[in-house]
């Protein structure tokens, strides 16, 4: 008997995605409509059984995802939010995944999943292959009442922990805010929606949105999100000079969004060489920055030090903090920040998915563009994928990028 004759299928709505991934699509089919590339899906830590023995499982739910379309309904939900433009949602109307452009295979113990073709089509696979992944791996493991009665016990933890420090979270200028960013590695869909309800219910003041659309739509709340890697690294496969893809990539956002979702990510080539491409004209243009690799204070500071440099008030931005956080580190971070600097944040796995198993650590990422490699030079050790090392090695050498210790 396979998973899917006893379990509905994971993906129940092609809204259910993370809202960068509409934003991105968005503005690389208005400006890169005819780009050819390919995704690659990868494990970073080491599972408790191979998960190559997904590989079934995973083919079905592909097939089954490559059924689903927008409803009318949900194309109605998209349009309403102010900066996604009619054409998009045209578009969105009839589109409809290709099975063609995905293919898996087992590889040893590993499981290879690939996306290759048209951009503005496999660039949307990526969040639902990760959470068809995880959702299909902890089906195996241990679902019995005492997995969810130990996550109740750990979220009502955090909930408590968020009503102690409710006082000082609430006295500064600024509040304590984060988003749900758990979307991709959650333990199931029904866990990820008791979690973000009970957010929403028990800490409204300082849960203020998720990045999983179909949950805003259902649930009344702010969808958040606005740019990832890809885009900026697809870039650097578009025709421009290498040292100026940051640079094409930022004002191509500007020129989508004008003045909507204003936050910049800075990691793709390293923070040094992205402050050097963010210049007074973007610097004024974009409401803040992300963080995603790297120390996060070390980081902050930088940032503090590049507005304060172009006499920018950096209480008039924003600084979001999304690697790899939990609730106490987040709240540290706003103690050492408050009255400097807004900030927000947006915690993932450890929402969706803070369960006694243990969560996998699962990408996929753009590895091509228009047949060229591409690639991000992470300021976290370990992040950095790339299978071409010519050009990765003259990335770094382009942006003075240092090479990774083992």
């Not at 496999?122 to 959702?135: P, T």
């Not at 955090?158 to 420090?165: A, N, P, T, Y």
């Amino acid at each position: 008997m396979t998973w899917q004759k006893i379990h509905p299928p994971v993906v129940r709505s092609l809204l259910e995605n993370d809202l960068y991934k509409f934003t991105m699509w968005q503005a690389l089919l208005h400006s890169h409509p005819g780009a050819q590339a390919e995704y690659a899906f990868f494990c970073r830590n080491r599972p408790v059984y191979p998960l190559a023995e997904l590989k079934a499982d995973v083919d079905a739910e592909l097939d089954h995802l490559c059924t689903l379309t927008f409803s009318d309904d949900e194309l109605a939900y998209l349009r309403s939010l102010r900066f996604i433009k009619s054409d998009f949602v045209d578009f969105l109307s009839v589109f409809r995944f290709q099975r063609r452009f995905i293919s898996t295979r087992a590889d040893g113990e590993h499981l290879r999943v690939i996306a290759s073709g048209p951009l503005v089509h496999v660039m949307a696979f990526e969040i639902f292959v990760l959470y068809m992944v995880n959702e299909l791996y902890f089906r195996r493991l241990s679902t019995d009442a005492s997995i969810l009665a130990v996550a109740r016990e750990r979220l009502q933890a955090k909930v408590g922990f968020l009503k102690s420090e409710r006082q000082a979270l609430l006295s500064a200028t600024e509040p304590f805010i984060f988003f749900d960013f758990g979307l991709r590695r959650r333990y199931s869909a029904a866990w990820h929606e008791e979690v973000v309800r009970t957010l929403a219910s028990e800490v409204p003041e300082h849960f203020r949105g998720t990045s999983n659309v179909y949950l805003a739509k259902k649930l009344g709340l702010t969808p958040i999100g606005t740019m990832a890697h890809e885009y900026l690294q697809a870039y650097q496969a578009f025709g421009f000079r290498l040292r100026d893809f940051q640079k094409a990539a930022l004002e191509a956002w500007v020129q989508e969004y004008r003045g909507d979702l204003g936050i910049a990510l800075t990691d793709v080539v390293g923070m040094d060489a992205f402050l050097a491409d963010f210049d007074l004209y973007f610097a004024k243009l974009f409401d803040g920055l992300r963080h995603d690799s790297g120390d996060p204070l070390e980081w902050a500071e930088k940032a503090l030090r590049h507005y304060a440099q172009l006499h920018i008030d950096p209480m008039s931005k924003r600084l979001v903090f999304s690697d790899g956080l939990n609730l106490p580190r987040a709240v540290d971070l706003y103690r050492r920040l408050r009255g400097r600097v807004q900030t927000s944040y947006g915690i993932g796995t450890d929402l969706s998915n803070d369960t006694p198993h243990q969560a996998l650590n699962v990408v996929m990422k753009i590895m091509a563009c228009n047949g060229q490699p591409v690639a991000k030079l992470s300021d976290s050790p370990g992040k950095t994928l790339c299978e071409d090392g010519t050009f990765l090695a003259y990335l770094r050498q382009v942006f003075n990028h240092p090479v990774e210790r083992p």
